[in-house]
């Protein structure tokens, strides 16, 4: 038997279940699933099934450093060092989102800034508002703003806030890992021009400083981290919209219920 942590089963008082662990899971999936054995302990139990590939996760994560020359993954894995390697998942999952929770935070100060500029420019401009200048200007005007000025222009720099790149430059060498934190101070160096208050001062700093500690992470990393979540949650979202649907399916071709005669 093997149990998915969304769908809820009634099994035997003696039942035993098959867990399977995978590389990017963390304590909490491992424990949610396990205990959908309501009566572990009181006749249920568990079996690990590990394939390769993650027993050597475990091994380098854990025994790495006490692992004598040429004998590498030499000692078999115990059953104490599946929760600890679990937990070290969980650790470095939730330093990704500290981290994203952060650049999320620094971007929020500088979109503030600009989506107050985008609303002033609206204001001044736009012929349309009930409140319009006496002097608005015409659409081609407008328009005009956006090229006139080339790339120093300050209302294409707050579009650009808002935007996602689609593309990236892909470099004509080796790429070197550059720690998150040298992003960040890139960043802050960049939009400097967005924070004008001392208390968006004083926040952007903040963050920048507990973004320093983060030095075993890198950017690179972050990105592969966010795009593995992704991939997961869309994939979860897909087996659960299955599951649904297959039980739509054995609800509708049920045949109907006869009703008992008088």
């Known amino acids: 038997l093997v149990l998915r942590h969304f769908i809820p089963l009634s099994q035997a008082p003696d039942a035993r279940a098959v867990v399977t662990l995978g590389k990017d899971m963390t304590f909490r999936d491992y424990a949610q699933g396990s205990f959908r054995m309501r009566g572990i302990g009181n006749g249920q139990t568990i079996c690990l099934f590990l394939i390769p590939e993650v027993e050597h996760l475990i091994r380098t994560e854990l025994h790495h450093q006490c692992q004598p020359q040429g004998q590498k993954d030499a000692k078999e894995v115990s059953p104490l060092d599946v929760p600890a390697w679990l937990l070290v998942n969980s650790m470095k999952a939730e330093t990704v989102q500290h981290s994203m929770l952060s650049l999320q935070e620094l971007f929020n100060v500088w979109r503030k800034e600009a989506l107050k ?65 040298e992003k960040v101070r890139a960043l802050t160096e960049e939009n400097a021009h967005f924070v004008k208050t001392a208390e968006a001062r004083g926040l952007v700093l903040s963050v920048a400083d507990r973004m320093r500690h983060t030095k075993d992470l890198t950017d690179e990393a972050l990105g592969a981290e966010i795009v593995n979540e992704n991939e997961q949650e ?14 739509d399916r054995r609800w509708s071709s049920r045949p109907p219920s006869r009703g008992t005669a008088p």
């Open 234 to 247: 869309q994939q979860q979202q897909q087996e659960e919209v299955e599951e649904m649907e297959e039980s």
């Open 117 to 181: 500029a985008l609303v002033d420019d609206v204001r001044e401009n736009s012929p349309l508002l009930p409140n319009a200048s006496p002097t608005p200007k015409t659409q081609a005007q407008r328009l005009r703003r956006f090229l006139d000025a080339g790339s120093d222009c300050w209302i294409r720099k707050c579009v650009s806030l808002f935007r996602e790149p689609v593309g990236y430059v892909v470099p004509d060498g080796f790429p070197v890992p550059k720690p998150l934190s």
